[in-house]
């Protein structure tokens, strides 16, 4: 297992009893993702999902003043990728699938959004994440699907 899961929050009851806040229908349900949960519970995969690209520097390497927004890590599943929008507006995230350490060269991957339960694309040499919400991540996991078509 890669990490136990610890979640919480600020629930205060009154003295009479009432509570005065509760988690939002979408809180409970991004907290309730199996699929997220699943690769943080990976019996298979212990390793965790880690940074393999920075995007505010032209090499893409660390910056003390901006995480890293784009991480991976292997599954049993296959390999997650998160594209973290660290900027201060919508993003759009371009990431050639073989900079993360995880995935091969030469191969065709299908892209599966963890967020919206769809598989969202095939990726070749490159994946593109759309209208990334403000501090938003997106989450994929990215399957095998063969040899690159050749050109």
């Not at 929050?9 to 509570?19: A, C, F, N």
């Not at 988690?23 to 519970?41: F, G, P």
């Not at 995230?93 to 350490?101: K, L, V």
Request: proline share 6%; hydrophobic share 35%; with cysteine.
């Amino acid at each position: 297992m890669k990490s136990p899961v610890l979640i919480g929050g600020d629930v205060r009851i009154t003295s009479l009893g009432d509570q005065l806040e509760v988690a939002s229908d979408q809180s409970i349900e991004i907290l309730m993702n199996r699929k997220i949960i699943a690769i943080d519970q990976d019996p298979v995969v212990g390793a965790g999902v880690t940074p393999f690209r920075w995007g505010v520097n032209s090499d893409y390497i660390s910056n003390d003043t901006c995480p890293a927004q784009y991480c991976s890590g292997e599954s049993q599943n296959g390999t997650v990728t998160n594209q973290i929008d660290t900027l201060d507006e919508r993003a759009t995230t371009i990431f050639n699938p073989t900079e993360s350490p995880w995935i091969p060269a030469r191969r065709q991957y299908s892209v599966r959004d963890l967020w919206v339960h769809s598989t969202k694309d095939i990726a070749v040499r490159n994946f593109t994440a759309n209208d990334v919400p403000l501090y938003g991540v997106v989450a994929l996991l990215l399957q095998d699907a063969g040899d690159e078509p050749e050109a």
